[in-house]
């Protein structure tokens, strides 16, 4: 999900194919095309600039609800529900890690396979992906990107991920899952018990909040494409690779 906009203009964009494997776009407003994957414009009057991701959350309609219960749903289009079943279909199939990386692919990495599913932080130009299958075994991980420590949370029953900047008032923070879904943490410094969304619920640090940071979902072949050399992180040493 991206910020609409770059250099002060507001943008609309529409479908325009795809380069190296993956998606572009073109915008409305100066015809100038954008590579999905690396955020940046390839052509065009715009081209090198750059748009930002804008947070959002990957998660459950279960866990959405739960969050926000007041929550407006879109209707969907006119045969568009009778599409779910396959579009579901097509989801999990994708979420299996098996297939091909896509005909165009411009460089590939044989660390994973090209349809594992990743989480990818990157962080001043520090990136690091964070296999789907590792963060089911982790649930909790205490990472560093380059000089910044990192909390990464997965709740295994909703698989929603959630990522933040482990410090708070210049102290740095290390956490570890309080329940076996990590519905709730603990950091270890002040012993204060956190929610999965950053914010502190009891303890001497109450009423803090982590600042958050934006995972991108993708497959391991889109990602590695375009972050070249990444890291990845194993769940078995708390490392990576």
């Given amino acids: 999900m991206f910020r609409a906009e770059a250099k002060g203009q507001a943008l609309e964009f529409d479908t325009a194919g795809v380069v190296g494997g993956n998606e572009v776009f073109k915008d409305r407003q100066t015809g100038s095309r954008w590579q999905q994957s690396s955020l940046e414009s390839?052509?065009?009057?715009l081209k090198g600039a750059r748009v930002t991701l804008y947070p959002f959350l990957l998660t459950s309609w279960g866990e959405w609800y739960r969050l926000h219960p007041d929550t407006l749903v879109l209707k969907p289009m006119p045969g568009y529900i009778d599409r779910l079943a396959?579009?579901?279909?097509?989801?999990?199939e994708g979420l299996s890690g098996k297939g091909a990386a896509p005909p165009g692919v411009l460089r590939t990495d044989s660390r994973l396979a090209p349809k594992a599913m990743v989480?990818?932080?990157d962080l001043e130009g520090v990136n690091e992906a964070y296999p789907l299958?590792?963060?089911?075994?982790?649930?909790?991980?205490?990472?560093?990107?380059?000089?910044?420590?990192?909390l990464i949370v997965h709740q295994p029953d909703s698989d929603t991920t959630t990522a933040f900047l482990a410090r708070l008032n210049q102290q740095a923070l290390k956490f570890e899952a309080a329940?076996?879904?990590?519905h709730e943490l603990m950091d270890l410094e002040t012993h204060s018990h956190w929610d999965a969304y950053g914010n502190?619920?009891?303890g001497k640090?109450?009423?803090s909040h982590l600042d958050e940071l934006i995972l991108e979902p993708e497959y391991w072949f889109a990602w590695s494409e375009f972050h070249s050399g990444t890291a990845i992180f194993i769940a078995e040493t708390g490392g990576t690779r």
């Fill in 42 to 45: 390839i052509s065009g009057p």
């Fill in 86 to 92: 396959e579009e579901n279909r097509l989801i999990k």
């Fill in 119 to 121: 989480l990818g932080l």
């Fill in 133 to 150: 299958k590792e963060l089911q075994k982790a649930r909790v991980v205490n990472d560093q990107l380059g000089k910044q420590p990192v």
């Fill in 179 to 182: 329940d076996n879904q990590a």
């Fill in 200 to 202: 502190c619920i009891s």
């Fill in 205 to 207: 640090l109450k009423g």
